[in-house]
């Protein structure tokens, strides 16, 4: 039997960065999500910044936009799913871009925030309202952590091919 490659410094110092931003992300998600369960009760609103933020805390049972219902299972296996997609698919980029690092580490925290959420009260802590953008329901830090990486992740993506093919 021939021993495994050994992983390199950069490989290592990678995996340990996305693994801090994915707590980081994480226990502010767990934190602030604590913060409204404790303080509002379900359906009450406090003004944070008058006709801009509010904090409303809703439970809520179904998935982003209300896809998929309330059915916690599919939605954390779900959940998963997209996770590991997600590592396979952007493997490589992640290997190489301080950006695409961070993002991953940001959608992996706030996946697991969620999904936290789903497991412990059956249900998932949103409390965040923006007034002006009423495009977008309710959401927490979760929900925020995983489009801001998202998005990255795909400029990041888009850059990287573009300089590539240079």
Known sequence: MSNPPPISRSATRTSLLLLLIALS?????QFTKLLIVRSLVPGQSSE??????????V???????GL?????GVLIILALCVLILF???????????LSATIAFGCIVGGALGNI??????HYVVD???????????VFNVADTCV???????????????RSSRS
């Open 25 to 29: 992300a994480f226990a502010l998600d």
């Open 59 to 65: 439970q809520n049972r179904r998935g982003a936009y």
């Open 127 to 137: 409390f965040i309202s923006v007034t002006p953008l009423p495009i977008f329901e």
């Open 147 to 161: 489009s801001l990486g998202v998005v990255t992740l795909i400029v990041t993506n888009i850059i990287e091919k």
């Open 68 to 72: 998929f219902g309330d059915h916690a």
């Open 87 to 97: 590592a396979f698919l952007f493997r490589e980029l992640t290997g190489n871009s």
């Open 116 to 121: 936290v959420d789903r497991v412990h009260y």
């Open 48 to 57: 944070v910044i008058p006709n801009l933020l509010t904090w409303t805390f």
